[in-house]
């Protein structure tokens, strides 16, 4: 079983930086590829950013390409997410999810075992 706890949401103006925790329990967390989500109000859930169990490959929504940077340090059994140059249209609750039958990362949410409760991040114009 693996717990997943999101931190580091908050209000941002617009341009501004938010960098997100995923903290994990779990011997097995180090071996299942991780990804972000988000969803805003009236919206599906959106993939935004993966990351494979060693941290080799990482793929981004073509939205955040270049503004958001995932990583993950194992040993802590955490997963970060970095958002730079943010935007109003980046408003919404991310989750972090874990994939228990693969090691590399998956677009799809329901491929994902493991969910957090969510941060919410908000950019004001």
């Known amino acids: 079983q693996v717990q997943l706890v999101e931190s580091g949401g908050g209000l941002v103006q617009a341009g501004g930086s938010l960098s997100l925790s995923c903290a994990a329990s779990?011997?097995?967390?180090?071996?299942?590829?991780t990804g972000w989500f988000r969803q805003s109000l009236g919206k599906e859930r959106e993939f935004v950013a993966g990351i494979s169990w060693s941290g080799g490959v990482t793929y981004y929504a073509n939205s955040v390409k270049g503004r958001f940077n995932i990583s993950r340090d194992n040993a802590k059994k955490t997963v970060y997410l970095q958002m730079n140059s943010l935007k109003p249209e980046d408003t919404a609750v991310y989750y972090c999810?874990?994939?228990?039958?693969?090691?590399?990362?998956?677009?799809?949410?329901?491929?994902?075992?493991?969910w957090g409760q969510g941060t919410q991040v908000t950019v004001s114009s």
């Open positions: 999810a874990a994939d228990a039958s693969s090691g590399y990362v998956s677009r799809g949410s329901s491929a994902y075992d493991y």
């Open positions: 779990g011997r097995t967390f180090s071996s299942y590829a």
